[in-house]
Each structure stands twice: as C-alpha cells, then as structure tokens.
C-alpha cells in the first residue's frame, strides 16, 4: 500500500496524525501478513488501535525488533509520528483524496462509456450480445443460463452485504468471458452507462432494448416459480428513468458514497447505506423488470447499469488508496471475516471476495478528486468521548428508518418520508417476491433506510413515513401496514465530524 504523495510518512514528524491520512501507510502487506500469523492485526484501525502501545515498543529506534528485516524498520521520525496517535487518541480522521499507483497488476480490460464506443466497436458488441442470445439454452454461456446466476432459476446474488460488491464484480467478468468466447469478440468489453445522463439511444435499440425469455426460468427454482413466462423484458421510457433517477436522490447517493473514508459508509455494514441505496433505487427507477430480482438480468440495460456501480467502486477505491487487499482491508472496522475462507465465498464462482478488490479491469473514466480539494467525509451520528468533535450549521441531518422486517414485505418496496402529508424523499428497496425463499433474505431480514438531507428540509415540519410495494398495490392498498413491517422507528440525528 502506497501513501498519497501529499502524506509524507517517514521524513518528517506529524503532530497530529490520524489512521486514515498516514497511520495506516506505516505497514506494509508483508508486514500485515507477517503480524496475522500471530493473531495480531495491524490492517485495520480497530485492531492496530488494540496493538499500538506494543507496536511503539517494538519499532521504537534505535534498537527496534519489529518489523524483523532492516529495510522495514522505522524511523526517528515515524515512530514518533505514530507516538504522537497514541497521545492524541487515535484519531480516526478521513482519507485524503489522491491518485495512487496501480495495485501492481497492469490494466488489461478498459471498459468504456457506451456513448463513446465507435461504430466498429458497439457494432462488435452487438456481435458478442446477440452471439450469447442466440446460444442454446443448456449451454452454460448462454445469455439465459448467465442471466440466471443472478435472479430465477438459482438467485445467487449477493446484496445487501458486504460481498454485494465483489459479487457482482465477478459476475460482470464471466458474463464478459462469455461475450469474448462468441467467435470475432475476443477483445470485446463491456461498456457502461453513466446513470447521471440519460438513458442512451443505443441501448433502446435491439439487441438491448429487450429480451424474450426462451423458456420458463422459474421452472428448474426450488421450489418452482410461476409468472415469468411467457415474458419479455420491460423497462420504462427514457425520460420516466430520468424522472425516477431524480425523484430517489440516485446520483445524490452515489455522490455521497463516493465521499467516504470507510468502507461501511460507501457499502453497506448491517444498514442500508448509500452505494447500496444507489444500486436499489437505480433499480427501481428502470423497472418494472430491473426492480424484479427475479428477472432483473435478463433485461440487457442490467450489464451497462452495473458496469457502471463497478466503476464507481474502482473510483472509490483509487480514492481512499483501497485497490490493494491491504490498502482496502485498512477502511474496514473489525468485520473483516467475510475476506477470509469460508465467508470469502462468491458463489456459483471460485472466485472469493478478497481476490476481486485487485483487478485488471480499468475504465476510461474514474470519478476522482484531486489532493487540494480537500479530505473525504467521515461524519457520524456518535463519536468516541475521548474525541473532540464539532456541529457544523450546513452539517446534514440523517433519518434512519430502522428496522424494517422485509421478510414480511413481498417484493421490492418503497419508502417515503412525508413532511406535512407531502414525499420530501423516498427510497426504492430491491428484493423478490418471497423474500423468505431467499437464504440471503432471511440472513439480513431486519434493514433500515437511511435518508440524509439538509436541516431546512425537515424543521418546523410534521413527518411521517409510507411503505409502497409496486407490484401488488391492488392487494395492498395505497400503503404497506408499518405494523406488518416490524412497526420500524424513526431515528433523527446531526451528523458530526472529528474536529
């Protein structure tokens, strides 16, 4: 793991260090691995705050014993750098935005936008697309088998977790396996579209305007699914995905996300946060097939869509020094068991979680920040006592609707925060119909939402919240009983920073 060129490390003392902008770059993966062979973790803030003071005593000069080669040892300087974290507290702090060396590993898939790709290049695409439709159905690298993967008949998917986005990762590298493997396409990519602009033309046009399931994909489930077939993929007018893209805050989520230091603030860590709110609500706003988890990838929009939310992980990655195992396991609190064997697994893949955070894929755009505009965000609803910590008047509020039982929901289901009697914001969940048929489901059962927004957009205003369910407002009514949903509660807080 590199440190971002504005964090010197090594050749100067730093008063007031934090984890996220220097501590962490003191170790470097040999030393990481060198230390968990002995039950001491020093990747991750929790546990090197647990191991500090024996590290001290340990790489202290002039007569350290750790790191156990001499190239690696510290000096005057970062040891007392790293004394002064220890004095101060251990702040956590936030990353600093930079543009960090490669992971090591030379780039050799560069995805594009798909509005950028030349006539010989989207042409070559169609090529691939309509190559894999076209295969019979019981070859594994047919389009309906790869599609399969994800919602009817097998529903592998893995959302609403942690390895939600190395799951989908790798699914986007075997589907793009599959197109290389149509003969002539063996250089082809899978382009993305960038959801902050409209829906492209070319992806209204055929092969990827729609799909007609061959044969009944809820057929072979267990225990089987009917009322996917007939069926042809659907999705709504251009300009309604614009308007939906507005109405669920998609691009303010992804905005959000893209500004954390941690990796539970960007994914998701036992809450609803927003990279994942993103991926939900971007769902629903392409429906009605993308927002159904049990077709959503047969609708050809669903590989542009998440080539995108993979881009934007890379971004955030490259941001916060996170495109090494070391430098991404360093934004995680004390949850790292699910980068390590047996709860590393991705299935139908042999592929784990741990192994897709160093890609060979790049894009042609990443979103990413230069050094002087500043740190990234680490605002929080509680902060440890021994901090100090500041209200700014523009911090924002965050709303959590808390403890939803979507089990008892039966699809994928709205949430809208009502100010006075009108939406001031709503959010789109995504889940099949029976959502206790799904193991994944069952595991994660209780979920909140989270909304953040400015102070003025809630005071002196009387709330309240709404559950919809889309696909059964005729059996349902106009809104989902909250009783039915767990009765959730309502949790308001100013969100603070480290000061």
């Not at 220890?86 to 702090?93: C, D, Q, S």
């Amino acid at each position: 793991m590199t440190p971002p060129e504005n964090s010197p490390i090594a050749e100067q003392v730093i008063a007031e260090p934090t984890y996220l902008a220097h501590i962490r770059f003191f170790f470097r993966p040999e030393d990481v691995t060198h230390m968990a062979a002995k039950g001491i973790e020093l990747g991750t803030y929790e546990g090197l705050k647990s191991n500090a003071l024996s590290v001290h005593a340990v790489t202290e000069p002039p007569t350290p014993t750790m790191p156990p080669d001499t190239e690696g040892q510290w000096s005057a300087a970062r040891s007392q750098t790293f004394r002064n974290w220890i004095i101060n507290g251990y702040p956590l702090g936030t990353a600093t935005p930079a543009e960090p060396p490669t992971n090591g590993q030379a780039p050799t898939r560069l995805r594009k936008d798909v509005t950028t790709l030349s006539d010989a290049e989207f042409d070559l695409l169609v090529t691939a697309f309509s190559g894999l439709m076209a295969r019979d159905l019981e070859d594994p690298n047919s389009y309906f088998a790869l599609a399969g993967h994800h919602g009817l008949p097998h529903s592998w998917c893995l959302h609403h977790q942690d390895r939600y986005n190395p799951w989908h990762r790798e699914y986007l590298r075997v589907f793009e396996d599959a197109l290389r493997s149509v003969p002539g396409c063996e250089t082809v990519t899978i382009p993305y579209w960038d959801i902050s602009t409209p829906l492209p033309e070319r992806l209204q046009q055929p092969p990827f305007d729609a799909y007609v399931l061959p044969a009944d994909p809820g057929a072979t489930a267990t225990p089987p699914v009917t009322g996917y077939f007939p069926y042809t993929t659907q999705r709504y007018a251009a300009a309604d995905i614009a308007e939906n893209v507005i109405g669920y805050e998609v691009l303010e989520d992804i905005a959000t996300s893209l500004t954390q230091s941690l990796w539970g603030a960007f994914n998701v860590n036992g809450y609803q946060d927003f990279s994942i709110q993103a991926h939900d609500s971007g769902h629903g706003s392409i429906g009605p097939t993308m927002g159904t988890p049990e077709v959503a990838s047969y609708d050809p929009v669903f590989w542009f869509f998440h080539c995108n939310l993979d881009r934007l992980w890379l971004s955030w990655q490259t941001r916060v020094s996170a495109t090494t195992l070391t430098g991404f396991r360093s934004t995680l609190g004390e949850d790292t068991d699910w980068l390590t064997a047996p709860f590393n697994a991705l299935p139908p893949y042999s592929t784990t979680a741990d192994q897709t955070i160093e890609t060979d894929v790049t894009y042609d755009r990443l979103e990413l920040l230069s050094p002087v505009e500043g740190p990234l965000e680490n605002l929080s609803g509680n902060i440890d006592a021994a901090h100090t910590f500041a209200f700014r008047s523009s911090s924002p509020v965050s709303v959590r609707v808390k403890g939803i039982h979507r089990l008892n929901i039966p699809g994928s289901f709205i949430v809208t925060l009502l100010a006075d009697g009108e939406p001031v914001a709503k959010r789109f969940f995504f889940q099949p119909n029976n959502p206790p048929g799904c193991a994944n489901c069952v595991q994660h059962g209780i979920v909140n939402i989270d909304f953040r927004m400015p102070q003025e957009r809630l005071l002196n205003r009387t709330m309240s919240v709404r559950i919809d369910v889309p696909g059964h407002a005729e059996e349902i009514g106009t809104a989902f009983p909250l009783a039915q949903a767990g009765n959730p509660t309502i949790n308001a807080r100013l969100l603070v920073e480290e000061a």
